[in-house]
């Protein structure tokens, strides 16, 4: 079972919540420090429409095959308000939970959202990463905050992501002529190995597969639960 290696309240007002990220961003290591990487994770949150429910997903792939080695769905009722910025702190607690299930603990964890690459310098992917201290990639469909210029057309390009006169993530263009995700740094990797990894995990599609299967994993947990509360209410009003 994956360690949790700081913990924290999760029952937090927003001033608390932003005080905690800024105290969590020193703790936020930029430098490569990879442990030999068999599995990589990806972790996916989906919300029930007409419900309180959400569901959390992990799944874990070889790393040098892309092939799904284990998933696991975690079914969770929501927390935490949605609050620009805090995303974390709405989505972390059923993700840690789902990944305290898994079996073969990964090395790498990818997550469909943002690392440095935030007001705070501490999205999602930091969090977790810090938390867990497990490197961490934060790699989002689009930007929070920062300017760039459009990276070349080809495969492997990529430009600056710049906020506040630093770089905070790259943008990088995964498919010839489709659009570029933001890469950014969760923890203990270094931007360009960031960049590395994104790239071997995106061979087809311009979204990682980690990121690609937990979202297929999420959607069709998310339609059984939304199936189970329409034939709930059919129940109620029959009776």
Not at 94 to 101: C, G, N, R, W
Not at 147 to 175: C, F, K, M, N, W
Not at 224 to 230: A, G, M, R, W
């Amino acid at each position: 079972m994956l360690k949790i290696h700081i913990q924290h309240r999760w029952d937090l007002n927003e001033k608390e919540a932003t005080s905690l990220q800024k105290e969590l961003a020193n703790q936020v290591i930029t430098q490569d420090q990879l442990p030999n990487i068999q599995y990589i994770a990806g972790v996916d949150v989906a919300y029930s429409e007409h419900t309180d429910q959400l569901i959390a997903a992990v799944v874990v792939l070889d790393a040098f095959t892309l092939e799904v080695i284990e998933s696991v769905t975690v079914k969770d009722a929501v927390q935490f308000p949605y609050l620009p910025g805090l995303f974390s702190f709405r989505e972390l607690p059923p993700v840690i939970k789902a990944l305290q299930q898994i079996e073969h603990e990964p090395q790498l964890i990818v997550c469909d959202s943002q690392g440095l690459a935030h007001p705070r310098r501490f999205g999602l992917a930091c969090h977790l990463g810090v938390l867990l201290n497990i490197p961490a990639i934060g790699c989002g469909k689009t930007r929070l905050v920062g300017e760039h210029t459009e990276p070349d057309r080809l495969r492997g390009s990529s430009s600056a992501l710049i906020d506040e006169e630093q770089q905070i993530g790259s943008v990088l263009r995964t498919q010839t002529d489709v659009k570029p995700v933001f890469v950014s740094v969760g923890h203990r990797i270094s931007l360009e190995t960031a960049n590395e990894w994104i790239l071997r995990l995106t061979p087809r599609y311009r979204l990682p597969e980690t990121t690609r299967m937990a979202d297929q994993l999420v959607r069709k947990a998310l339609k059984e639960l939304e199936n189970e509360v329409d034939v709930y209410n059919i129940l109620e009003i029959d009776q």
